[in-house]
């Protein structure tokens, strides 16, 4: 089947072949997102990498939509893609490597590592006291997709009690002690040392964590956030932490972004920030499994298994299909 296919990620030439490999006889365009013509989108029938929400306006033809993101949810609003367009995302991408920042930043909060760095920046030999253990803890996973499960995977291996909250029930995979559905979060976040959220931006996520559920949590419990920053109250979050509550707030996603210069988080107490870079293309393996992701579903859509292809995104929740 010939299609014109516009690929707006940076692929080197071994991606390239892999997959034109795939697509023979389909006509391949390679361009980024900030240099595409609208010649090249008016053509395009499958876009592989985002584009912007008003540059997809400017392609009629568009038959299957491949998210270089995980993240769906700007392209699930109404009137964003014709009714028919598939719409998949590269969940499965980015565990990896988001999932090792989360353990970065969980250790340098419990052990104290950002202070000794900055004792050593003023040449302070200085004892910053007590510490934590990951062994012996309790972990809470609030969002079970690729990236919460390699999370809880790695804080397991670690000692930890690992329980995990998703939207619908499920099999419990082997890396959790417990599964719960989110309406549970309140019961389960006094329980907690670690919460990591993973979380979508949807109605349902909005502000998940507001004042009265962040002071359910243990005052030495320490929080992550690596999903989207609308999941966490920014003022609330700041009042509690300025009323010695929480051991630590880890987020490498915030509410807006950029946080904006005269933000109170930045210099609120027990707070590491991170500007949405624990993705992305870091790390080499999370470009490699983004180019696997978009060329296993290339070969299906061609050979008109549209069914059966890898992460398509359910317009109504902006998750992947079960």
């Known amino acids: 089947m010939s299609k014109q296919v516009l690929v707006v990620i940076p692929v080197e030439e071994r991606h390239k072949e892999y997959l034109e490999n795939i697509g023979t006889g389909c006509v391949f365009t390679y361009t980024s997102p900030k240099a595409v013509t609208e010649e090249e989108l008016a053509n395009a029938q499958i876009i592989i990498g985002n584009v912007s929400a ?91 997709g690729d990236i919460g499960g390699e999370y809880a995977k790695r804080m397991k291996a670690l000692g930890s009690y690992t329980i995990g909250l998703r939207r619908t029930e499920g099999e419990k995979p082997d890396y959790l002690d417990e599964v719960f559905t989110t309406e549970h979060l309140d019961e389960l976040l006094p329980r907690a040392d670690f919460v990591a959220l993973s979380l979508p931006n949807s109605p349902a996520t909005y502000h998940i964590l507001d004042e009265r559920r962040l002071r359910l949590m ?96 359910d317009f109504k929740t902006g998750y992947r299909r079960r």
């Open 218 to 313: 243990k005052k030495t419990a320490f929080l992550l956030n690596v999903g989207r920053g609308s999941a966490i109250d920014p003022e609330a979050l700041n009042r509690v932490l300025h009323d010695g509550w929480l051991g630590g707030c880890g987020v490498d996603v915030t509410e807006p972004e950029p946080l904006p210069e005269d933000s109170p988080l930045w210099d609120a107490p027990r707070m590491y920030i991170t500007p949405h870079i624990s993705g992305q293309y870091h790390l080499q393996e999370t470009f490699e499994r983004i180019v696997r992701i978009a060329g296993g579903n290339l070969e299906k859509f061609l050979a008109g298994e549209k069914d059966s292809m890898k992460n398509l995104v």
């Open 54 to 144: 008003e540059q997809l306006a400017k392609a009629p033809k568009l038959e299957w939509f491949q998210l270089n993101s995980a993240g769906s949810d700007a392209f699930c609003k109404p009137g964003v893609l014709r009714e028919g367009v598939l719409l998949t995302n590269a969940t499965g991408a980015y565990g990896l490597a988001i999932s090792e920042h989360m353990l970065g930043v969980t250790l340098m909060m419990q052990k104290h590592l950002a202070e000794y760095y900055v004792n050593q920046k003023n040449h302070q030999w200085k004892d910053e006291g007590t510490v934590t253990s990951i062994y012996g803890s309790t972990t809470l996973v609030v969002g079970l």
